[in-house]
């Protein structure tokens, strides 16, 4: 995908250090479903994140990539991944701010943060081995660009499309949280606890149609062999390809993310539709 330089005056970019401004220490009430809900595209089964994340707390969760203070120009510029994210968040801000100007509902950019190991967020500490992000609490997206090596290598999701869909996802969820969508969904996870998955995994389809949606609305930057890309990808990080590659019985009443074939449909109805009306995923829910 061939997106435009970022505009540095248009991306709230930040380097995830020790923690500076943000509540330290312990995992704060609620953390436990924001850390479920934030999830990532590329899951690790919700008690192995936890698991971790409580690992991290302490001060060797600080290692930081860059000097605290950096420019986004310094920080984007640091490797190409992050410079590819910095591009994807530029475009992102400025295709989804007008959709909400339009539905009237107000806006807000998300921070994107690159850490290295270890950071803390609104939503407690974070390790890489969670992947990338979102914490709706601080709306922030978090990335450890070293993922996209792991991404590449031992998931075969390679190319720049599949970061791309990597970024569009996980800002699909700020949308689901400015929308108020997350805040519905857990106020129906916490009333009925047995559909806390099922609803999870709509949350994540949602996401995913997102991320299609907003590609379509670049369609003429589409390079040929970026669909295969983002199909692959979504592919790889269906539960049941993760379950199964992991040596695990593929138990559905499980699933966070939905299953390979589900993430695929997703994404592709918001690449083909280019429409984020078409992405209701709780739409039979409510008939
Ligand atoms: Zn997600």
């Known amino acids: 995908m061939r997106l435009p330089r970022f505009n540095p005056g248009s991306v709230d970019v930040r380097s995830g250090g020790g923690g500076g401004g943000m509540p330290g220490g312990t995992l704060g009430c609620g953390t436990l479903l924001l850390v479920v809900i934030g999830a990532l595209v590329f899951g690790l089964d919700p008690g192995q994140m936890l698991g971790t994340v409580e690992s991290m707390q302490g001060p060797s969760a600080s290692q930081q990539q860059a000097p605290q203070g950096s420019s986004a120009e310094e920080l984007c510029n640091a490797n190409a991944y992050a410079l590819e994210s910095c591009n994807a968040l530029s475009s992102l801000n400025e295709t989804w701010a007008p959709l909400f100007a339009k539905a009237n509902i107000p806006f807000k950019q998300p921070s994107l943060t690159f850490y290295r190991g270890g950071t ?3 939503c407690g500490a974070a390790s890489s081995a969670m992947g990338p992000f979102y914490c709706p609490a601080d709306h922030g997206i978090y990335i450890d660009t070293s993922f996209y090596d792991t991404m590449d290598r031992q998931m075969g999701a390679g190319g720049d499309f599949a970061r791309y869909y990597v970024m569009a996802h996980e800002y699909g969820h700020h949308v689901q949280n400015l929308t108020g969508m997350a805040d519905q969904v857990r106020s129906a996870q916490q009333q009925t606890p047995r559909q806390a998955n099922a609803l999870q995994v709509r949350m ?3 996401a995913d149609c997102y991320a299609g949606v907003w590609a379509a609305k670049h369609s ?12 692959t990808a979504a592919n790889a990080i269906g539960d049941d390809t993760l379950q199964a590659q992991a040596g695990r019985r593929i138990s559905p009443e499980t699933f966070t ?9 997703w994404l592709r109805r918001g690449l083909q539709t280019g429409d984020d009306d078409a992405c209701d995923t709780f739409a039979d829910l409510r008939r």
Do not use: K, T, W, Y
Request: charged letters at 30%; proline letters at 4%; a negative charge.
């Open 204 to 206: 994540e389809l949602q």
């Open 120 to 122: 803390r967020s609104g």
């Open 220 to 231: 003429n930057l589409i390079e040929p062999g970026d669909l295969e890309e983002g199909m």
């Open 257 to 265: 993310h939905g299953s390979s074939a589900q993430r695929v449909e």
